[in-house]
């Protein structure tokens, strides 16, 4: 396993998977503040002549808090596709080069292989999605005030996290029945978007990973932790039954097909 682990990182970082979606994080961390304070003011004023700052001020929720719902929304909207296509060759990419045949024939295990990619890139979104929320944060602090606590931050971020994991999950067990990278990228942007628009449209988030990304907003929003003990119990049963799922599939596959 442990050998496997430091394949996963160097591949990481070869391919720079590592690079891109920590680069795009930490540049939306940034920008948003920025664009909060100067930016979107600037506009309104160009657009609208005459406009007072106070109006403005109520149009535009100007704050730390303000900044860190435009970072989370930006996280969701592009991050996520981010995250997806950065990833979408984990497993596809490999079984359509039929590059996992040599390790297994050598007596590598699959769950080895399958747990090492979770692991790596699991522990990887989670420190990616923290760090770039923190960054938000104290940067948005010092621009405006800081009105919300860290620790909170800090769980909004891990949060996000989790529902990345969610996604590494179905990118892993749609490769395994696509074994395409950019049709396994549009799948698992299609199924998380339908479970997202199910959620939202049957009020049911709290029983979706997508309750995940709800809950973190409702903590930023007035601090409340309500029903994040259920969708987190949820949320974990699914990605270890996705994970489970896809391990069957491997196993039970012909690798000498071509």
């Known amino acids: 396993m442990k050998s496997d682990i430091m394949k996963e990182l160097r591949m990481g970082i070869r391919t720079s998977k590592f690079l891109v979606i920590t680069a795009s994080f930490l540049f939306f961390a940034i920008l948003t503040p920025i664009m909060m304070k100067f930016i979107l003011p600037q506009l309104l004023l160009n657009q609208f002549q005459g406009m007072e700052e106070a109006t403005i001020s109520q149009m535009l929720d100007m ?49 080895s292989i399958v747990t090492s990619k979770l692991v790596v890139f699991s522990i990887f979104l989670i420190l990616a999605s923290t760090l770039g929320m923190v960054i938000c944060y104290l940067y948005a602090g010092v621009l405006f005030a800081f009105d919300i606590e860290l620790w909170s931050v800090v769980v909004i971020g ?18 395994t029945i696509i074994k395409s990278s ?36 409702n903590i930023l929003a007035n601090q409340s932790y309500q029903n994040l003990g259920v969708t987190l119990a949820i949320s974990i049963i699914l990605v270890l039954m996705i994970s489970k799922i896809t391990h069957m599939r491997l196993e039970h596959r012909e690798w000498n097909e071509r």
């Open 63 to 111: 704050s730390q808090k303000g900044s860190l719902l435009g970072y989370m929304s930006d996280l969701f909207e592009i991050g996520t596709i981010v995250v997806v296509f950065a990833l979408s060759g984990l497993l596809a990419q490999e079984i359509k080069e039929n590059t996992l045949v040599l390790p297994i024939c050598s007596g590598k295990k699959l769950f």
């Open 158 to 175: 891990l949060l996000y996290g989790g529902y990345m994991i969610f996604l590494l999950n179905l990118v892993m067990l749609f490769g």
């Open 182 to 217: 950019i049709g396994t990228g549009f799948m698992t942007l299609g199924f998380s978007l339908f479970l997202y628009f199910i959620g939202s449209y049957l009020d049911v988030h709290m029983y979706l990973p997508s309750g995940l990304l709800i809950s973190a907003q």
